[in-house]
């Protein structure tokens, strides 16, 4: 048997690989048992949908016949996409089987027939929907979410980066997705999003359709009397020690993000070092900068040069605040205040840039230190 690295980088594997959240699992256990559902948000990398799939390997072995389904909406740009990956999502958890998968469709779409075609290589269905109007979306919205609220089996529905739908033409999608999970009894729905401030918009304003319609639930990084214990007894597998002086210097650098110390780890437990200490982390990480520099480079190309000034400048400060300040655009030779109101605008938005507990940070960790080696 081909020996596994235990720090995993993607997707979920099985708890045996999965660290802590004990508390986070807990309590999404406890809001699906009454009913209840979720919004979940955490920066990008932190562990969001690790956490998801955990919830729902964890919620099957209360009850072996739960459907779990987990959509991705990242790529999604309308309401097209958004049918297309439920019901591929649906196709391959609900009716495994590759000769049942088209007649089970023909048994939730009335009034449309997808077209079903088989990846060759990994054996996956391939859906494609050829709608005639508006209408027939709509219709066919409802009749997926009617055929799960009447499986005669506990449904979880994860949508994973649920702001996309904020950017969707049709101004009304919110509304519409809205009218559906009230009326929903046998899913229990987790609206997860990495861009906070965005979901927070969508479920705390009152002018928004999901208005305080769920639990709320902000996932942060992992304690370190956590995740000590877990990356040494992880490392002993592989006949290597870890100082704890060590594990706090990954996690610090990493700022308590779950992928970048995984990524750390997952490099440290590939090495020669048997003994690992301060000096073999540092070495790692300059190393997966260096590794990286072709693809960090390629940033200060397509970004205008103002953008470009302004993230080095945050990643100087290693939490950036009072940017508009006289000093700081002295210091970095920045220009004006609107100016900078501006590019700030746009990295967040492109999700270069985050703010976290009124800091500016670049959102990934290892272009910023990448930033801050380069000074």
């Known amino acids: 048997m081909i020996e596994i690295n235990p720090f995993i980088l993607r997707n979920y594997l099985t708890a045996e690989y999965f660290c802590d959240r004990k508390k986070e699992t807990e309590l999404l256990l406890e809001k699906f048992n009454n009913q209840r559902n979720t919004t979940l948000f955490a920066n990008r990398k932190m562990g969001k949908t690790g956490l998801i799939y955990h919830f729902m390997y964890t919620a099957t072995l209360q009850e072996?016949?739960?459907?779990?389904?987990?959509?991705?909406?990242?790529?999604?740009?309308?309401?097209?996409?958004?049918?297309?990956?439920?019901?591929?999502?649906?196709?391959?958890?609900?009716?495994?089987?590759?000769?049942?998968i088209l007649s089970g469709l023909g048994k939730i779409f009335s009034s449309i027939v997808p077209v079903v075609a088989f990846d060759s290589l990994s054996g996956m269905p391939q859906l494609e929907f050829n709608f005639r109007n508006e209408q027939q979306k709509q219709n066919s919205l409802s009749e997926i979410f009617h055929f799960l609220n009447n499986l005669n089996r506990p449904v979880i529905l994860a949508l994973d980066e649920f702001q996309q739908i904020s950017k969707y033409p049709n101004q009304n999608m919110e509304a519409i997705l809205r009218t559906h999970v009230q009326n929903m009894h046998n899913v229990n729905f987790v609206f997860a999003g990495s861009m906070k401030h965005i979901m927070l918009e969508m479920f705390g304003s009152v002018k928004r359709p999901f208005y305080q319609s769920t639990d709320v639930m902000n996932l942060g990084p992992i304690p370190i009397e956590e995740y000590a214990p877990f990356i040494q007894q992880k490392m002993s597998l592989g006949r290597k020690t870890i100082d704890k002086e060590a594990i706090v210097e990954i996690l610090n650098q990493c700022r308590g993000y779950t992928y970048y110390i995984q990524s750390v780890c997952?490099?440290?437990?590939?090495?020669?070092?048997?003994?690992?200490?301060?000096?073999?982390?540092?070495?790692?990480?300059?190393?997966?900068?260096?590794e990286s520099e072709?693809?960090?480079?390629?940033?200060?190309?397509?970004?205008?040069?103002?953008?470009?000034?302004?993230?080095?400048?945050?990643?100087?400060?290693?939490?950036?605040?009072g940017m508009t300040s006289k000093n700081f655009i002295q210091n970095y030779g920045l220009?004006?205040?609107g100016t900078i109101q501006t590019a700030l605008k746009?990295?967040?938005?492109k999700e270069m840039v985050i703010?976290?507990?009124?800091?500016?940070?670049?959102?990934?960790v290892f272009l910023e230190k990448w930033l801050q080696k380069r000074g």
């Open 64 to 100: 072996s016949d739960t459907v779990c389904l987990y959509v991705d909406l990242f790529d999604s740009v309308n309401l097209d996409d958004f049918i297309t990956k439920l019901s591929k999502e649906i196709a391959i958890k609900v009716y495994s089987k590759p000769k049942n």
């Open 294 to 321: 072709d693809y960090y480079v390629n940033y200060k190309k397509i970004l205008p040069e103002f953008q470009w000034k302004l993230m080095r400048a945050i990643a100087l400060e290693n939490g950036a605040t």
């Open 346 to 349: 746009s990295l967040i938005e």
């Open 266 to 290: 997952n490099k440290l437990y590939a090495s020669t070092y048997k003994k690992i200490d301060i000096t073999h982390v540092s070495l790692i990480l300059n190393k997966i900068l260096d």
């Open 355 to 364: 703010e976290d507990d009124n800091k500016y940070y670049i959102q990934d």
């Open 335 to 337: 220009s004006t205040h």
